[in-house]
């Protein structure tokens, strides 16, 4: 008996790191996903999306979203905004990015399946220089894939849509 309980204690161990290591591996891809957002660089993005990742967010305005089109809009057209003085450290200025994730929680749904929901703060400059810093709460389904590693599947986005409607701060979001 007191080996069966040994065995079991040594099982149940092996099983929270596995679990462990899997959790931390869904928040790394998570911010792999995230830092291609910050770049600008949908390759990057594309790799880690399903083609067909379905999305709400402020952008969609309530509609259920499918596809990466709608993403790819905003990672080509995200720069606009007003004319600005185009000298270099300005331009550098501007397209300083910083995200950082916050209180990541993950679920696991066996082994080929995770949830993670977490807050995201969004560092930037806007178009005047100033920098500014915005807040969303997300949540992103992502599934093993053969061949591929962890994809994202689904993504639930809130934050204030009143300032999504600013196409350069916009291309930061998805």
């Known amino acids: 008996m007191e080996g069966h309980r040994f065995f079991t204690t040594k099982k149940a161990a092996s099983e929270q790191s596995s679990s462990r290591s899997q959790k931390q591996e869904i928040v790394r891809v998570t911010q792999q996903l995230l ?13 880690l999306c399903d083609p067909s990742m379905t999305c709400f967010e402020p952008e969609t305005l309530g509609n259920l ?19 600005v003085a185009n000298t270099a450290a300005h331009l550098r200025k501007q397209h300083q990015i910083h995200t950082t994730l916050l209180n990541p929680n993950v679920h696991l749904m ?12 969004t560092q930037y400059c806007d178009r ?13 389904v992502w599934q093993k894939r053969n ?25 930061f979001d998805h």
């Open 35 to 47: 830092d291609a957002i910050s770049c600008k660089d949908f390759d990057a993005y594309a790799r």
């Open 65 to 83: 979203i499918e596809g990466m089109d709608f993403h790819k809009f905003y990672f080509d057209h995200g720069g606009g905004g007003a004319a």
């Open 110 to 121: 066996g082994e080929e399946g995770a949830c993670i929901a977490y807050v995201r703060l």
């Open 128 to 140: 005047f220089g100033d920098a500014r810093t915005r807040q969303a709460q997300e949540t992103r």
């Open 147 to 171: 061949g591929r590693g962890w994809v994202c599947v689904h993504v639930h986005r809130s934050g204030d849509p009143s300032s999504s409607s600013n196409p350069a701060v916009a291309a």
